[in-house]
């Protein structure tokens, strides 16, 4: 089992930036992919970044120049930094760990606010 825990959000003007971070626990050498989401009022919850275990790294469009995610192997975590923040960029960002077979757990989300 795994446990995933995201923290980092709050409320920033747009144009600012925030790091986000993805703590995971428990069975993490099954892990292969982790991957942040998000979910914004209203909508269907969407992919926004995802990054291997060998750092492989792949982008949304809507995100792609503005958001990086990155990790840190010794302490099971990954970030992710946004820059350039929008409005639109407003969600609850939730953090997924997939594991081989497709096996996933989810976090219980952070909020972003980003006002305009």
């Known amino acids: 089992q795994v446990q995933v825990v995201e923290s980092g959000g709050g409320l920033v003007q747009a144009g600012g930036s925030l790091r986000l971070s993805c703590v995971a626990s428990?069975?993490?050498?099954?892990?292969?992919?982790m991957g942040w989401y998000r979910q914004a009022p209203g909508k269907q919850r969407e992919w926004v970044a995802g990054?291997?275990?060998?750092?492989?790294?792949n982008y949304a469009d809507s995100v792609k120049g503005r958001f990086a995610i990155s990790s840190d192997n010794a302490k099971n975590t990954v970030y992710l930094h946004m820059n350039s923040l929008k409005p639109e960029d407003t969600a609850v960002y939730y953090c997924k760990a997939v594991a081989a077979g497709g096996v996933s757990w989810w976090g219980q989300g952070t909020q972003v606010t980003v006002s305009s």
């Open positions: 428990g069975s993490v050498a099954r892990i292969n992919v």
């Open positions: 990054i291997t275990r060998g750092g492989i790294t």
